[in-house]
């Protein structure tokens, strides 16, 4: 169920820009510029940019459930995991691991 969830939500992504561009090609929508650098950008427009762009998406249900789930817990357990998080250590590192899938 979940490849299908995942793959409706690519459909509906990919259905978003094309319509999208269509409106902006109708002259119905002006195009989204991208973010001046050095000029802290607006959140809510840099999220439409990287939305128009492909590189975020709205989350899936069950990312939002997690993410609920996280907000709920205590700031203690929440501060015990990300220490943990961050004391972990791979070996070989993750950029290795990542170049020799790569190969």
């Known amino acids: 169920m979940e490849a299908v969830e ?9 259905l ?8 902006q090609l109708a002259g119905e ?14 959140p809510q427009r840099l999220l439409a ?4 762009q492909g590189l975020i998406r709205e989350p899936t249900p069950e990312e939002r ?17 990300i220490r943990l998080m961050h004391s ?3 070996d070989p590192p993750l950029s290795q691991i990542i170049i020799d899938n790569r190969r």
Do not use: C, F, M, Y
């Open 88 to 90: 972990l250590v791979l």
């Open 16 to 23: 978003d820009r094309l319509e999208q561009r269509v409106r």
């Open 29 to 42: 929508e002006v195009e989204i510029s991208p973010p001046t650098p050095g000029i802290p950008p607006d």
């Open 65 to 81: 459930r997690l993410a609920e789930e996280w907000d709920a817990l205590p700031e203690e357990e929440k501060e015990a995991h």
């Open 6 to 14: 995942r793959e409706l939500l690519e459909i509906r992504t990919r």
């Open 49 to 52: 940019w990287l939305r128009a």
